[in-house]
C-alpha cells in the first residue's frame, strides 16, 4: 500500500504562481511513476504531468508545457509540480497517483487539492 498526500493548492490570479507537492509514504520502494492528473467541474479527469521515481524522465500534457514542471525530492518521498503563468482554465482538483511495480497502473490516488485561479 502507498499513501498520497497532496498540499499547496489554493487561489491565485491568472498569471500566478503555485506549488504542489505530493507526499507518498508505505510501501514506496514499490513506485515507479507519479503522476499529476485534474479533473474541472464537468469534465473528465486529464493527465497533467508524470515523472519517473528515478527522477530522470518527466511527461508533461500539451497544455502545460512551457509553464508546469514537476519534479522530485529524493529525500522526502516528494514530487512537486511548480505551476507558473496560470490561467483560469486551469482551475481544477489537482490529484497525484502513483504506479508501483505490480500493476503498472495509477494504483494509488490521493484525496486531490484545489486550485482556482481567477482572472
Known amino acids: 500500500q502507498v499513501q498520497l498526500v497532496e498540499s499547496g493548492g489554493g487561489l491565485v490570479q491568472a498569471g500566478g504562481s503555485l506549488r504542489l507537492s505530493c507526499a507518498a509514504s508505505?510501501?514506496?520502494?514499490?513506485?515507479?511513476?507519479m503522476g499529476w492528473f485534474r479533473q474541472a467541474p464537468g469534465k473528465e479527469r486529464e493527465f497533467v504531468a508524470a515523472i519517473n521515481w528515478s527522477g530522470i524522465s518527466t511527461f508533461l500534457a500539451n497544455s502545460v508545457k512551457g509553464r508546469f514542471t514537476i519534479s522530485r525530492d529524493n529525500t522526502k518521498n516528494t514530487a512537486l509540480l511548480q505551476m507558473n503563468s496560470l490561467k483560469p482554465e486551469d482551475t481544477a482538483l489537482y490529484y497525484c497517483?502513483?504506479?508501483?511495480?505490480?500493476?503498472?497502473?495509477?494504483?494509488?490516488w490521493g484525496q486531490g487539492t484545489q486550485v482556482t485561479v481567477s482572472s
Open positions: 508505505g510501501r514506496t520502494e514499490s513506485i515507479t511513476r
Open positions: 497517483a502513483v504506479v508501483v511495480a505490480q500493476t503498472s497502473r495509477y494504483d494509488y
